[in-house]
């Protein structure tokens, strides 16, 4: 049984300089048979009784849900609805894109129940979102939000970055001004890592690629953090800011080391103690699904070691941080047993604080988080 399903859409209508996830340009592409597939894949799951039946959270990701027409998003969610009733969702979000984000969509995406949408914005600056390969303006970011709320939408949340190339703290104030002055109840915000096998990888490669540098990056790191508090939201996570209720309650499974199975080309899950990860191409993905069997690519049972790892890097990703008696609990050990060394060394630096049984990144410790991390693995 899960806690969430995360589901991927591979299609873009055009590639991000900066993206790894597993995508394929939209054209001449065979998106109504891997829609079908994928239709397959969650009856699939629903058989196995994957889903239980207690309270469940749907994200839909890419690539660009966006990037499909009306008629195929209807497709997705008429399949969606086939394996999993409606009244089960606690939430039900999808990516979007701001110039693909039509009324027509919008109105699809509201029948269907989605309640949550995450819009890639990046830059309200025209020149950096050319140079991320965006296709959208500053201009119908904006706009998209408004029809997003036209079409009865108020959980709404976009997506930021910094440390771009020849990015300035000036132009990152203007994107944060015109970001919170849609007054929005969540913000992602995120600084750039230049992936393997991008665009940027390769012009970075060449010398190619002026990034602003880790100060000029930490600086723009700070300024986020201020000027989201000061609009009164709460940072829960390291590059997340929401207002109290709108945390995104679908990522909070992945920082909470909870469940969630993962459908579609390329999609992770985490069931029953073994993470997997579905066929990428889609040619595989949909020949598995078409030969009757869950299309997993690889999957790792994970050791017990391995889950108390990630129980601590990924909680401490989070402002609660760990809750001591929650690993007790959990797992039947102390956690200072277990990393009373490296919490202490961590705490000696000023990077972790304990206060209330519960073990957090101090502000020092946000900024160098990585650094955090890492000691709790291996």
């Known amino acids: 049984m899960t806690d969430g399903l995360y589901i991927h859409i591979p299609f873009c209508h055009q590639i991000c300089h900066y993206c790894d996830f597993n995508k394929v340009f939209f054209e001449n592409q065979p998106v109504d048979g891997y829609l079908d597939a994928l239709g397959e894949e969650l009856r699939m799951m629903k058989e196995e009784e994957l889903f239980g039946e207690g309270p469940l959270t749907i994200f839909i990701g890419g690539g660009t849900p966006t990037a499909l027409s009306a008629r195929q998003l209807e497709k997705l969610l008429g399949s969606i609805e086939q394996s999993v009733p409606k009244g089960r969702l606690i939430e039900f979000s999808t990516e979007a894109n701001p110039d693909e984000l039509t009324p027509e969509k919008l109105s699809v995406l509201a029948e269907h129940g989605i309640g949550r949408l995450s819009i890639g914005v990046q830059s309200f600056d025209e020149g950096l979102l050319k140079k991320l390969g965006r296709t959208h303006s500053p201009g119908e970011a904006e706009r998209v939000v408004e029809d997003a709320r036209k079409a009865g939408f108020e959980n709404l949340s976009i997506d930021l970055m910094y440390g771009l190339p020849e990015q300035t703290a000036a132009q990152w104030e203007d994107t944060l001004d015109r970001a919170l002055a849609l007054g929005l109840p969540h913000y992602s915000a995120y600084s750039l890592i230049v992936e393997p096998k991008?665009?940027?990888?390769?012009?970075?490669?060449?010398?190619?690629?002026?990034?602003?540098?880790?100060?000029?990056?930490?600086?723009?790191?700070?300024?986020?953090?201020?000027?989201?508090?000061?609009?009164?939201?709460?940072?829960?996570?390291?590059?997340?800011?929401?207002?109290?209720?709108?945390?995104?309650?679908?990522?909070?499974?992945?920082?909470?080391?909870?469940?969630?199975?993962?459908?579609?080309?390329?999609?992770?899950?985490?069931?029953?103690?073994?993470?997997?990860?579905?066929?990428?191409?889609?040619?595989?993905?949909?020949?598995?699904?078409?030969?009757?069997?869950?299309?997993?690519?690889?999957?790792?049972?994970?050791?017990?070691?391995?889950?108390?790892?990630?129980?601590?890097?990924?909680?401490?990703?989070?402002?609660?941080?760990?809750?001591?008696?929650?690993?007790?609990?959990?797992?039947?050990?102390?956690?200072?047993?277990?990393?009373?060394?490296?919490?202490?060394?961590?705490?000696?630096?000023?990077?972790?604080?304990?206060?209330?049984?519960?073990?957090?990144?101090?502000?020092?410790?946000?900024?160098?988080?990585?650094?955090?991390?890492?000691?709790?693995?291996?």
């Open 198 to 378: 991008t665009v940027f990888y390769n012009l970075m490669n060449k010398n190619l690629l002026p990034l602003p540098g880790e100060d000029a990056e930490a600086d723009m790191f700070a300024m986020l953090m201020e000027r989201m508090a000061g609009a009164g939201l709460h940072q829960y996570e390291i590059s997340n800011f929401a207002k109290d209720g709108y945390e995104s309650v679908h990522n909070k499974l992945y920082w909470q080391n909870r469940t969630y199975a993962g459908a579609g080309a390329g999609a992770h899950g985490y069931v029953n103690g073994v993470r997997y990860s579905n066929h990428g191409p889609l040619k595989k993905y949909m020949n598995a699904v078409a030969e009757g069997r869950r299309p997993v690519f690889e999957a790792h049972e994970v050791t017990p070691a391995e889950e108390m790892e990630e129980e601590m890097f990924l909680g401490l990703r989070m402002t609660e941080g760990v809750s001591g008696e929650e690993f007790l609990r959990r797992f039947g050990r102390d956690v200072h047993e277990l990393y009373g060394d490296q919490i202490r060394d961590l705490s000696g630096k000023g990077l972790l604080t304990e206060e209330n049984g519960r073990i957090r990144l101090t502000k020092k410790g946000i900024f160098l988080g990585n650094e955090v991390f890492a000691s709790f693995i291996g």
